[in-house]
């Protein structure tokens, strides 16, 4: 396990900041900031997915404001996400190759678009493979369907 040095508050008024840790620079770096979290959330995980992709350890620190003060909150940018999908089999409802290809693409990314919404950003390798047997499983109306429910049980309750 790797040792990085404990990530600085960040300065300034309490806000939603994610930090980054760059190993080349033995530095932290601010990735993403807003006044709400939802957008950092997400920006942490694309950020994951890119760092990932290049084959990088993805450290990420998360501040925001707690009581009017600054408070570090956990994150799950620990574990590295699924390789790459598998090509889906032309033999799926006789669709050609290149059609079933860009509907399982469409599927993943509706799926992928829930499950953000639903304040999951970063997953691991045991999810991206539920979402790819989904994506193979389900026909396209079902997983918007199933993607709509995440997407109600991501906004927050009022009340």
């Known amino acids: 396990m790797v040792k990085h040095p404990d990530c600085p508050q960040p300065p300034g008024v309490p806000r939603w900041v994610a930090m980054f840790y760059q190993p080349s620079r033995a530095a932290w770096r601010v990735g993403a900031e807003s006044p709400d979290r939802t957008p950092v959330l997400y920006a942490v995980g694309d950020m994951a ?13 998360l501040w925001g404001p707690r009581d009017g003060a600054w408070q570090r909150f956990d994150t799950q940018a620990a574990e590295p996400a699924a ?6 089999s032309p033999e799926r409802s006789g669709e050609p190759v290149r059609l079933a290809e860009r509907m399982s693409d469409r599927r993943h990314q509706v799926l992928m678009a829930g499950l953000s919404k639903a304040g999951l950003y970063d997953l691991s390798s045991e999810d991206a493979e539920a979402v790819q047997a989904l994506v193979d499983g389900l026909d396209e ?3 918007r369907r199933v993607a709509h429910w995440l997407s109600a049980a991501g906004r927050p309750q009022s009340g």
């Open 83 to 88: 390789p790459a999908a598998p090509e889906p």
């Open 141 to 143: 109306p079902t997983v």
């Open 49 to 61: 997915q890119t760092v990932r992709a290049r084959g990088q350890d993805v450290t990420v620190a």
